[in-house]
C-alpha cells in the first residue's frame, strides 16, 4: 500500500499551493482521506479530511482558506491552500483509510515565506 504525496514548495504569504495524493489502488474504495502537517519542533496536527461520500472536515485554522477534495476518476485527493500564512509552513502528509487501518505518505514540504 502506498501513499504519495506532491505540490509542496515555496510560496509568499497570501500565495496558493494545491497539494496532490494519490493512493494505491481506486480512491473509491478507500474509505476516509485527508491531511495533517507537521511544523518545525511540533507535533503533528489535523488539516481536513474528507469521506468516501463527500463529506468535509476542517480545522479552524484552515477553514476558509483550503478546500480539500477527492477525484475518482484521476484516483487523487487534493488540497487547495489559498491565502497561505507564515504559520502554514509544515511538513504536509496524506492519509488514507483502507479496510481499518490507516496509512501515511512520507509528505511534502510547504514553505511560506517573503
Same mark, same amino acid.
Given at each position: ?24 489502488? &481506486?480512491? +473509491?474504495?478507500?474509505? /476516509? ?9 511540533? @507535533?503533528?496536527?489535523? !488539516? ?21 477534495? &477527492?477525484? +475518482?476518476?484521476?484516483? /487523487? ?9 507564515? @504559520?502554514?509552513?509544515? !511538513? ?23
Amino acid at each position: 500500500v502506498q501513499v504519495v504525496e506532491s505540490g509542496g514548495g515555496l510560496v509568499q504569504p497570501g500565495g496558493s499551493l494545491r497539494l496532490s495524493c494519490t493512493a494505491s489502488g &481506486r480512491i +473509491s474504495t478507500w474509505g /476516509t482521506m485527508g491531511w495533517s502537517r507537521q511544523a518545525p519542533g511540533k @507535533e503533528r496536527d489535523f !488539516v481536513a479530511n474528507i469521506g468516501s461520500v463527500g463529506q468535509t472536515f476542517y480545522a479552524d485554522s484552515v477553514k476558509g482558506r483550503f478546500t480539500i477534495s &477527492r477525484d +475518482s476518476a484521476k484516483d /487523487t485527493l487534493y488540497l487547495q491552500m489559498n491565502n497561505l500564512k507564515p @504559520e502554514d509552513t509544515a !511538513v504536509y502528509f496524506c492519509y488514507a483509510d483502507y479496510l481499518g487501518s490507516t496509512y501515511w505518505g512520507k509528505g511534502t514540504p510547504v514553505t511560506v515565506s517573503s
